[in-house]
């Protein structure tokens, strides 16, 4: 179906044809090009008057996490130049701006995955325009396998470290000529996801837990795999031996670029299936468990993200007013 762009006015459309032009001819048309990224960026705040400060992806069955947002403005991914479009059921392919509470957002509802054809410097590449509209912190969710015995359908685990198996093997969203405007030819990751976010990620967690909640919250290592197939159960035992406690397909490459480009990086994932780790379990892993899992726990998940997103947006305003560029 074709998709058909209004301006609203002539300066407008002056500024999509310029980019348009210039973003046919680069070299690196796939996504890496910093002035690409910088005209799809230019396009969105072209359109709208809303300057984000916090930048959230919605993973399979999280979706409704933009439901809390009050929007000003949204995008299909398809009407945005350039844009990779999400192809897999649980991401609506929306990019929406608006306010939790007081805090500016931008918010992907539904990202794009290696698995769909998609090369990894496309699939950061939201990521990247969130840097360029104005994001400082980026909050990404996603659906994952329990490796860790003790994880349960439904927990959550926040992420304080990674296993990027895509990386391992050659394939990185940084790989090919660096540009020094985005960051550093090497980027060190012992600290990509942000301590203090985690912290505050945990006490507000904890405030659930006192009230009775029956959602038990943990903080433990992610591994990304390339899929779309689950893991063997000879996959699944190496990842347990290796300490590994939830297992998926997205988030890491993502939290490599934005901490490449000096984005505040923190991402949870919610236990949607305990792995199988023995041969004769009938029980399979499959999709649509993955969106149940994510509905029923979709009202904690909705509440928890919005009271750390007014967590973060309260500590850059008190250290905006102390005279300090956003959040150390």
Same mark, same amino acid.
């Given at each position: 179906m074709d998709c058909v762009i209004?301006?609203?006015?002539?300066?407008?459309?002056? @500024?999509?044809r310029s980019f348009i032009r210039s973003a046919s001819k680069n070299l690196f048309v796939s996504g890496s090009s910093y002035e690409l990224i910088k005209g799809i960026a230019d396009f969105l705040l072209s359109r709208t008057d809303l300057r984000p400060k916090i930048g959230i992806i919605c993973g399979s069955g999280l979706g409704s996490v933009a439901t809390i947002l009050d929007v000003k403005k949204e995008f299909s991914y398809s009407e945005i130049p350039h844009f990779p479009r999400s192809t897999v059921p649980g991401h609506a392919g929306k990019l929406l701006f608006g306010y939790m509470g007081n805090v500016a957002v931008m918010c992907m509802q539904g990202r794009v995955h290696f698995y769909e054809g998609y090369d990894l410097v496309k699939c950061v590449m939201p990521v990247r325009v969130m840097k360029l509209c104005g994001v400082t912190h980026i909050i990404m969710s996603n659906a994952a396998g329990g490796v860790n015995?003790?994880?349960?359908?439904?927990?959550? !685990?926040?992420?304080k470290d990674h296993v990027n198996f895509l990386g391992l093997g050659g394939l990185n969203p940084l790989r090919g000529p660096n540009d020094d405007r985005w960051g550093p030819r090497f980027v060190a990751l012992n600290k990509a996801y942000?301590?203090? !976010?985690?912290?505050? *990620?945990?006490? @507000?967690a904890s405030q659930y837990q006192q009230q009775g909640s029956r959602t038990t919250f943990h903080e433990g290592v992610y591994a990304v795999v390339g899929g779309p197939n689950?893991?063997?159960? *000879?996959e699944l035992r190496m990842l347990r031996k290796m300490g590994i406690d939830a297992v998926g397909m997205s988030t890491a490459t993502e939290a490599i670029a934005a901490h490449h480009c000096g984005m505040t990086v923190? *991402?949870?994932?919610?236990?949607?299936?305990?792995?199988? @780790?023995?041969?004769?379990?009938?029980? !399979?892993?499959?999709?649509e468990e993955v969106i149940e899992s994510g509905l029923k726990q979709e009202s904690l998940v909705k509440d928890w993200v919005s009271s750390l997103v007014q967590a973060v947006g309260n500590q850059w305003l008190m250290h905006t007013e102390k005279g300090c560029n956003g959040l150390d």
């Open positions: 209004t301006f609203r006015t002539r300066r407008d459309y002056r @500024l999509y015995e003790k994880y349960n359908v439904g927990d959550i !685990m926040i992420v942000d301590q203090w !976010m985690r912290k505050k *990620a945990k006490e @507000l689950f893991e063997t159960v *000879a923190f *991402a949870f994932s919610l236990i949607t299936n305990k792995c199988v @780790l023995e041969y004769d379990v009938e029980e !399979m892993p499959n999709h």
